[in-house]
């Protein structure tokens, strides 16, 4: 198991942007306490990579700094070549995690979550969409056949859902605020909607519907999980009213749901805009802790092994021989 970072390739920002930019070192140093050492730097995602999900003519933008000031706005970050930087290594380190998860059963990006860029536009402060460029890469190295994305971000993942419609090798499930950001709504797979003040119980009881339901029909080799900060209670953004209880038992569920089912999970932090960075560090790094118990070094549990995933997949594929899928 691995756990990428990216906090040194900071992102500058103006004095009182509401983006909570420190949650990323102070968190990688709440894990570097806890398992200094499977962290490791990613490479950053090449344009390759990202153009099998973003237009190429949007990633040139972006390297060049030549959005215009509208699609800047709707960005939401002033454009640095850093932010360039730390957009390449945040999509890199989820790759990275899929091929971790892939290895080990698990691997984690300690950033990620971009999931409000679209093929050709950023969005909401994500500039290219980790996910899906993560989904991709896995496919195209021919790891796995199929993907699910479990977007548990309190905002939809518009982006996610609007890149990868049509594809029906990745399932996109989101379950997100029915009146939160985006206003305009993608169509995902699967959308569930909770409504303002929704808390603990009332999430759990939609959850435990839900991710059975997109689970069965994704039959994915891999999960990509958004396992977002921002349901809490105490977020800016958010909307909902989840403890940090009901947060890490969201997360407890999610990750036994898919060992249930032998699916190796690459996990990303998402969004959280709590007043308190010490709350949203607080809820991702009880994250982190949740998966460590399950695919650390410590962890008793049976991983997926890359034979049994490349023969799972192979079967979907109609191939004759597993090996053909690997």
Same mark, same amino acid.
Request: proline content about 5%; hydrophobic content about 45%; glycine content about 10%.
């Given at each position: 198991?691995?756990?990428?970072?990216?906090?040194?390739?900071?992102?500058?920002?103006?004095?009182?942007?509401?983006?909570?930019?420190?949650?990323?070192?102070?968190?990688?140093?709440?894990?570097?306490?806890?398992?200094?050492?499977?962290?490791?730097?990613?490479?950053?995602?090449?344009?390759?990579?990202?153009?099998?999900?973003?237009?190429?003519?949007?990633?040139?933008?972006?390297?060049?700094?030549?959005?215009?000031?509208?699609?800047?706005?709707?960005?939401?970050?002033?454009?640095?070549?850093?932010?360039?930087?730390?957009?390449?290594?945040?999509?890199?380190?989820?790759?990275?995690?899929?091929?971790?998860?892939?290895?080990?059963?698990?691997?984690?990006?300690?950033?990620?979550?971009?999931?409000?860029?679209?093929?050709?536009?950023?969005?909401?402060?994500?500039?290219?969409?980790?996910?899906?460029?993560?989904?991709?890469?896995?496919?195209?190295?021919?790891?796995?056949? =199929?993907?699910?994305?479990? $977007? !548990? +971000? %309190?905002?939809?993942? @518009? *982006? /996610?859902?609007?890149?990868?419609?049509?594809?029906?090798?990745?399932?996109?499930?989101?379950?997100?605020?029915?009146?939160?950001?985006?206003? =305009?709504?993608?169509?995902? $797979? !699967? +959308? %569930?909607?909770?409504? @303002? *003040? /929704?808390?603990?119980?009332?999430?759990?009881?939609?959850?435990?519907?839900?991710?059975?339901?997109?689970?069965?029909?994704?039959?994915?080799?891999?999960?990509?999980?958004?396992?977002?900060?921002?349901?809490?209670?105490?977020?800016?953004?958010?909307?909902?009213?989840?403890?940090?209880?009901?947060?890490?038992?969201?997360?407890?569920?999610?990750?036994?749901?898919?060992?249930?089912?032998?699916?190796?999970?690459?996990?990303?932090?998402?969004?959280?805009?709590?007043?308190?960075?010490?709350?949203?560090?607080?809820?991702?790094?009880?994250?982190?802790?949740?998966?460590?118990?399950?695919?650390?070094?410590?962890?008793?549990?049976?991983?997926?092994?890359?034979?049994?995933?490349?023969?799972?997949?192979?079967?979907?594929?109609?191939?004759?021989?597993?090996?053909?899928?690997?």
């Amino acid at each position: 198991m691995r756990i990428w970072y990216t906090d040194h390739f900071v992102l500058p920002l103006p004095a009182g942007h509401r983006f909570p930019m420190a949650k990323y070192a102070r968190l990688r140093e709440r894990v570097a306490d806890v398992a200094p050492g499977l962290l490791a730097v990613p490479p950053a995602a090449t344009d390759d990579e990202l153009a099998r999900a973003h237009d190429r003519g949007y990633i040139a933008a972006v390297v060049a700094g030549t959005l215009d000031a509208h699609a800047q706005r709707r960005l939401g970050f002033p454009w640095s070549p850093a932010m360039v930087e730390r957009s390449r290594r945040s999509a890199g380190a989820t790759i990275a995690a899929c091929r971790s998860a892939l290895a080990d059963g698990c691997g984690i990006n300690l950033a990620g979550g971009t999931h409000h860029a679209t093929r050709d536009a950023g969005a909401g402060f994500c500039v290219f969409n980790d996910a899906a460029v993560a989904a991709r890469a896995m496919q195209a190295e021919g790891r796995v056949g =199929r993907v699910v994305v479990v $977007d !548990l +971000d %309190v905002h939809q993942g @518009d *982006g /996610t859902a609007a890149i990868l419609a049509g594809d029906d090798s990745v399932f996109t499930f989101s379950l997100h605020g029915r009146r939160n950001f985006p206003f =305009r709504k993608a169509g995902s $797979d !699967l +959308d %569930v909607e909770v409504d @303002d *003040g /929704t808390g603990d119980e009332a999430y759990l009881a939609t959850l435990a519907t839900a991710l059975p339901r997109a689970l069965d029909r994704a039959q994915a080799d891999l999960a990509i999980y958004l396992a977002g900060a921002d349901p809490y209670v105490g977020d800016r953004l958010g909307r909902l009213a989840l403890s940090k209880h009901g947060l890490a038992e969201r997360d407890r569920r999610v990750l036994d749901a898919l060992a249930a089912r032998g699916l190796p999970v690459a996990i990303v932090m998402a969004g959280g805009y709590a007043e308190s960075i010490d709350d949203i560090v607080d809820i991702h790094a009880t994250t982190v802790a949740l998966a460590l118990e399950r695919h650390g070094p410590e962890a008793t549990h049976r991983k997926v092994t890359k034979p049994r995933l490349c023969a799972r997949a192979a079967v979907r594929a109609g191939a004759g021989d597993p090996r053909r899928a690997c």
